[in-house]
């Protein structure tokens, strides 16, 4: 194998455990994706969101996952530096065995499911999965600066709409109680004009937690663009590190939408809020224990949980 790229940064037998969870690739990949043309792009994004699969797969069963030709992964490889695509696949496949994986670990894979085996195990185990994906090195770096992000905001804001809008609801009401003083959790929950004008007192020193995955709302891209613009800084919670969202934000947690169903799935995205909202109340200076044991009080006191005849 022959590689073009700089000396020594993918140097065979130096290719570790955090290169691994990203792609020994995907700094490079990032770097050159705004100047790839469209399809190479299409490629790209295959290869950054799916490493294990380019160390797994064939070319060819890449190229159809992705939507391409199998002409156009190899053009990637040779805008990369390499001679051809088999190159890559080396370098991706030498990761995964220093890493240690094998084939049953891939995020997202279904296991072989025989007649005994019940549904609802096959698709729990692959949230499980998924959500267990979020606590390897390179995702625990994104959560530490995101934490850090928020945990030094004035005005939180959280920002999604469709299915992403119930993340971006339950990041405000649980980031909510780590904010003392004037600081507080606004959720964006109009995608019409009030939600723009409230997007409008967004400014430096702020976050705007953003949530959204393929096929992305042109509301969510506009409203975050906006924020963006005002000097607030964006936090994206999105499927990919090369989505419309991750491009402008400040800080990006990339999470996967497969479900293994019909449908996509939000629960690491809600998994995601989760720890992000636990990092950040270890970087709090407020009582977070006592803060929600008196609004609980005063909740209760105005009737707003139920209680058992007696």
Not at 71 to 76: A, E, G, I, V
């Amino acid at each position: 194998m022959h590689c073009r790229l700089a000396a020594g940064k993918f140097e065979p037998g130096k290719l570790g455990f955090m290169e691994m969870e990203k792609g020994p690739l995907s700094e490079l990949l990032v770097e050159r994706f705004e100047t790839m043309p469209p399809q190479l792009q299409v490629a790209a994004r295959f290869v950054l969101d799916h490493p294990q699969d380019v160390a797994l797969m064939s070319m060819r069963e890449q190229a159809s996952q992705a939507g391409v030709s199998h002409s156009t992964m190899m053009r990637l490889a040779r805008w990369l530096g390499l001679d051809g695509y088999e190159d890559m696949r080396s370098l991706y496949a030498q990761a995964l065995r220093e890493r240690g994986a094998g084939e049953g670990l891939r995020p997202g894979l279904l296991p072989q499911q025989d007649p005994d085996y019940p549904a609802a195990g096959v698709v729990a185990d692959t949230l499980a999965a998924q959500i267990a994906s979020l606590g390897e090195y390179g995702s625990a770096i994104q959560f530490l600066a995101a934490a850090k992000l928020v945990a030094e905001s004035k005005t939180i804001f959280g920002l999604g709409f469709g299915a992403s809008q119930a993340v971006a609801s339950h990041f405000v009401q649980v980031v909510s109680p780590l904010l003392g003083g004037e600081r507080k959790a606004m959720l964006v929950a109009d995608s019409g004009r009030s939600g723009a004008e409230m997007l409008l007192g967004a400014k430096a020193g702020d976050v705007v937690l953003v949530v959204g995955a393929t096929p992305y709302e042109r509301a969510t891209i506009d409203f975050a663009r906006q924020a963006a613009g005002l000097g607030a800084a964006v936090l994206a919670i999105t499927d990919s590190s090369v989505s419309p969202l991750a491009r402008m934000a400040r800080e990006t947690i990339v999470v996967t939408s497969k479900s293994g169903a019909f449908f996509p799935s939000m629960v690491p995205a809600f998994a995601a809020v989760e720890i992000l909202v636990a990092l950040t109340a270890l970087l709090s200076d407020v009582d977070v224990e006592e803060k929600l044991k008196q609004s609980q009080e005063q909740l209760a006191a105005f009737g707003v949980y139920w209680k058992a005849d007696r």
